[in-house]
């Protein structure tokens, strides 16, 4: 009993040694200004996210191509029930966009119609903070 309580201790000890690795604040703040987006994009509200997106985004699509591929993709699946976060990746370069200050998200969704989807968005880092300059559901 003694011996058990010992090694109990002694993992305990251990455990609490070692270190805690928290997210650190880039990836906190890129996925932050990710989920602020897709939560107006969640509401429907396409006028609003193509106006909070970046410029990148807007150069390459209208504000009513973007409505009518936002309500294509996203009517069918219903309300999103769940997103979690999958990957955060920074690069400093993407093909066809060029170079800049880009984060690569991930998100793991489910909405009210379809259990499991993947929504990748990418930002770019701005004078004005993080900016969505891509979305893409699959």
């Known amino acids: 009993m003694r011996r058990r309580l010992l090694l109990a201790l002694c993992a305990l000890a251990i455990v609490a040694a070692m270190p805690v690795h928290a997210q650190d604040a880039r990836s906190s703040e890129a996925q932050d200004a990710a989920r602020d987006w897709l939560a107006i994009v969640d509401k429907g509200d396409a006028g609003t996210a193509y106006a909070s997106a970046g410029?990148?985004?807007?150069?390459?699509?209208?504000?009513?191509?973007w409505a009518k591929g936002m309500a294509d993709a996203r009517e069918p699946l219903g309300a999103n029930t769940r997103?979690?976060?999958?990957?955060?990746?920074?690069?400093?370069?993407?093909?066809?966009?060029?170079?800049?200050?880009?984060?690569?998200?991930?998100?793991?969704?489910?909405?009210?119609?379809?259990?499991?989807?993947?929504?990748q968005v990418t930002l770019e880092n701005t004078a004005t903070g993080w900016k969505v300059i891509g979305y893409l559901i699959r």
């Open 83 to 119: 997103r979690t976060i999958e990957s955060t990746r920074f690069v400093d370069r993407i093909q066809g966009v060029g170079k800049g200050d880009f984060a690569m998200l991930v998100f793991r969704s489910s909405f009210a119609n379809k259990d499991f989807v993947r929504e």
């Open 55 to 65: 410029e990148r985004f807007r150069r390459q699509v209208s504000n009513r191509q």
